[in-house]
């Protein structure tokens, strides 16, 4: 099993106290979000979820 972070664009976050707050309970439930959803639907998530998370977890194997 491999763990992979995505850093996504935070510069409207920079300035935003709230992103601390949400990055590391997003970062979990991230963890387990990828484990009952197949690689194929990474795309549609991101694209839902930009501008409310930092980072995105993904596990996969390999």
Do not use: C, D, G, W
């Not at 009952?36 to 995105?56: A, C, D, G, K, M």
């Amino acid at each position: 099993m491999v763990l992979v972070v995505i850093q996504l664009t935070n510069k409207i976050y920079l300035n935003n106290k709230k992103a601390l707050l949400i990055r590391e309970p997003f970062l979990l439930k991230a963890k387990l979000f990828y484990l009952y959803f197949p690689i194929q639907n990474l795309e549609n998530i991101i694209s839902r979820t930009v501008s409310e998370l930092i980072s995105y977890v993904i596990l996969s194997h390999i």
